[in-house]
């Protein structure tokens, strides 16, 4: 400090009577001559500013219980303030004495660890005519030392987590607050913003499609939709930093992490871990003793923290799975998102408008030659967002899909694909329109017999069998929706047949086969039961039998065909389904059908009596085993958004006509309309859930109202 000390610029104040210092001593590092040979002089005034003239900060406020309900985060569970971009928030700085017109200052923003005005990671907000960076800033009032500061992020900004610092004018250089992690800030992705590319106008598809942390996702075939609940918890604590750590694990930079398109791209790649260690390991092999099994899991919450605390794939998925940890990963950053399940879904391996199915000679499924598929439901994610990169009208819902199918640009991902852009056949258009079109909503399927010279003869063609109906949950409801419109026009009208011939002109084969008529036709007529399937239909044949049928002209003859438990039992695969193939020859034609038949399950049962937020409240799980065999090696879980976090209860074994009751102490996180989800799963049983309560979201908090896991929370501050 005193090292240095010009003559010349220091005595020049003669009110004060000026002070002498003996020169420092060689061993206090300073060794210049003017030190060693004469004494300093300089004014009191000089070394210090009295207390009341220096100006620092002394505390800041995040203001989270101003800011957080008017950017919809109350829900996030973090200590740290949640915003949107593109919206205004309010931070209260307290400095050490009034402002006056020479103080100046400003809030700095950075994220990532090399942050950079030109990238846009370090962020100046000026509060005077000072030029600062493209988030804006204001005065909103002065409370004495205290000023309440107003800041809107640019609506285009980085989404993340960003470290906050008020740097003040001290002597021409810039004194920045010390590193404060409760002033750490989240910036999201914001649906109420018109600048943002992903606004949705309507609020109530905006709590849907943001905001709603429970799901369903409908699986089972067109003719017999089934719900199955999945919680999403895209506000439970950890989820936000591990959905952030799943970008910083892709090494996506962070200049490009306020493109929604980038990030949901990566989003696509990165919940799969086929190529780039990402979240969850797929496995359709039924063979899941390395990990869990995809019915097993209840939501997304789970999942998400085991990977970011260990940073290890998660062992197992399917599609469903999937989608709904996808969804969770697109919601928690503010992005209006929803899962799709596509009923009679193509996975065609030639690229083309055709799916082959082939069959031997004697009208088995031909698996060894088969490639292609056809599963019995297939789920992905939609996100609505503009795209600029797209002519106009070709915004809005946009397919991305998580499951590992084909590679995009190198990795296994999809999408996002205009929906508007599918519809009509305009396959130029990024990313992966082609894919979803031809594989998986509109291709035509094509039974083909190989005869002994491999020779491959067309006998049926199925243009309707593919995409026969596309659901997704209703706004506000349980209930499910048809969307099939926004992806295809009506089979056979003028407008289909534009969209496949103009497909055909971006170079994809349609098959054109000429199949007369045949004399005879097969059909199976099964009974629905419950709807949990998802393998190709062509893989998995209990057993093989062969009848002769005698018909006359113009007969109609209904065979019966009985498969006793103790046949398919011990061969089901964790979906719990029969698939049944049906192939007939007369003379030289062939025919076929193929129908999957869902098994009954029995149902857990939950009763819960209702307290208010931060309350104990009692919920019981119940089961009776109706089967005739024991079950063995018996999980039951349970879990509830912003309830409680997943719990577990074991059972050696449940007999015959054996009941268990399982009662758990939860104390509620949040108030409203909440929904509990109950599963129970056993090398017998793979999966077994809880009824759902069809009474729609929203239902007013004030009232008691519970049934099947779906009851209503009072705020704590209700009487």
């Not at 210049?32 to 009191?44: A, G, M, P, W």
């Not at 099939?484 to 497909?503: C, F, H, I, V």
């Not at 190709?536 to 057993?543: E, N, S, Y």
């Not at 793979?686 to 009072?714: A, D, H, M, Q």
Request: charge should be neutral; proline fraction near 7%.
């Amino acid at each position: 400090f005193f090292s240095c000390l010009s003559i010349s610029s220091l005595c020049r104040v003669p009110a004060v009577p000026p002070l002498t210092f003996d020169p420092l001593p060689p061993s206090s590092g300073c060794r210049c001559n003017s030190c060693r040979d004469k004494k300093v002089k300089f004014t009191f005034r000089d070394i210090v500013k009295t207390s009341a003239d220096m100006l620092f900060v002394e505390h800041i406020d995040m203001c989270q219980n101003i800011n957080k309900p008017t950017h919809y985060t109350t829900e996030y569970d973090t200590n740290n303030l949640v915003v949107r971009r593109g919206q205004e928030f309010i931070i209260r700085v307290t400095f050490s004495r009034l402002l006056t017109q020479q103080d100046d200052f400003q809030l700095e923003f950075l994220i990532g660890p090399n942050p950079s005005h030109n990238k846009g990671s370090l962020v100046v907000v000026t509060f005077n005519t000072r030029h600062g960076g493209p988030w804006s800033g204001r005065v909103i009032n002065m409370e004495g030392p205290s000023a309440v500061l107003g800041i809107t992020p640019s609506p285009n900004a980085i989404v993340g987590k960003f470290r906050t610092y008020v740097a003040i004018l001290v002597g021409g250089e810039m004194q920045r607050t010390k590193r404060d992690q409760s002033t750490d800030l989240y910036l999201l992705f914001n649906a109420w913003c018109p600048e943002d590319p992903v606004f949705l106008p309507n609020e109530e598809e905006r709590r849907e499609y943001v905001l709603n942390d429970m799901g369903i996702i409908y699986q089972g075939n067109a003719s017999t939709v089934t719900p199955r609940s999945w919680m999403y918890g895209q506000f439970e604590k950890g989820i936000l930093d591990a959905c952030i750590y799943i970008l910083d694990s892709s090494r996506m930079p962070i200049f490009n992490r306020g493109n929604v398109i980038k990030l949901v791209r990566k989003g696509s790649a990165m919940i799969n871990s086929q190529d780039d260690n990402g979240v969850l390991v797929g496995n359709w092999s039924n063979d899941y003793s390395m990990g869990t099994r995809p019915t097993a899991w209840t939501g997304s919450v789970k999942i998400l923290l085991k990977y970011a605390n260990t940073g290890v794939p998660v062992c197992f998925a399917q599609c469903w799975v999937f989608a709904g940890v996808f969804n969770t990963f697109l919601r928690c950053f503010g992005i209006p998102s929803r899962v799709i399940t596509n009923f009679s879904s193509a996975h065609d391996n030639t690229g083309n408008l055709k799916t082959d199915l082939i069959f031997n000679m004697d009208g088995t499924p031909d698996r060894r030659n088969t490639r292609d598929s056809i599963w019995n439901y297939h789920c992905w994610n939609e996100v609505n967002m503009v795209r600029y990169d797209l002519p106009p009208g070709y915004g809005g819902w946009q397919v991305v899909d998580a499951t590992p199918q084909e590679t995009s640009d190198g990795h296994y991902r999809c999408g996002p694909a205009s929906v508007n852009a599918i519809k009509k056949g305009l396959l130029c258009h990024p990313f992966d329109a082609g894919f979803v079109l031809l594989r998986l909503v509109n291709s035509d399927v094509v039974f083909l017999k190989r005869d002994k010279y491999g020779t491959l003869t067309p006998f049926k063609v199925d243009t309707t069998h593919v995409g026969q109906a596309l659901y997704t949950k209703a706004v506000g409801s349980n209930a499910p929706v048809n969307v099939t419109q926004t992806y295809k026009y009506p089979e056979g009208s003028p407008e289909d047949e534009a969209t496949m011939l103009r497909a055909e002109e971006f170079g994809c084969e349609r098959d054109h086969s000429d199949v007369p008529a045949g004399q005879v036709a097969v059909k199976i007529i099964a009974e629905p039961v419950t709807l949990l399937l998802l393998s190709p239909l062509i893989t998995h044949l209990t057993r093989s039998t062969e009848r002769p049928l005698f018909l006359c002209c113009a007969a109609e003859k209904k065979v019966p065909l009985t498969v006793s438990a103790q046949e398919y039992m011990p061969r089901l695969s964790s979906q719990l389904s029969l698939h049944v193939v049906v192939t007939a020859q007369f003379g030289g034609q062939s025919v076929a059908d193929s129908k999957v038949i869902e098994l009954m399950t029995p149902k857990l049962l939950i009763t819960v009596k209702p307290k208010r937020v931060g309350q104990d409240m009692f919920v019981t799980v119940s089961f009776t085993n109706v089967l005739q065999i024991p079950l063995e090696n018996v999980t039951v879980c349970l879990d509830g958004a912003g309830l409680t976090e997943l719990r577990t209860h074991f059972y050696a074994i449940i007999p015959p006509q054996g009941s268990i009751s399982w009662q758990e102490t939860i104390r509620p996180r949040l108030s409203g309309v909440r929904v509990f989800i109950a599963i129970l799963y056993c090398e017998a049983l793979p999966y077994v859930s809880n009824l759902l309560n069809p009474l729609p979201l929203g239902l007013s908090s004030r009232t008691l109202k519970y049934e099947f896991g779906v009851l209503s929370i009072l705020p704590d501050y209700y009487f």
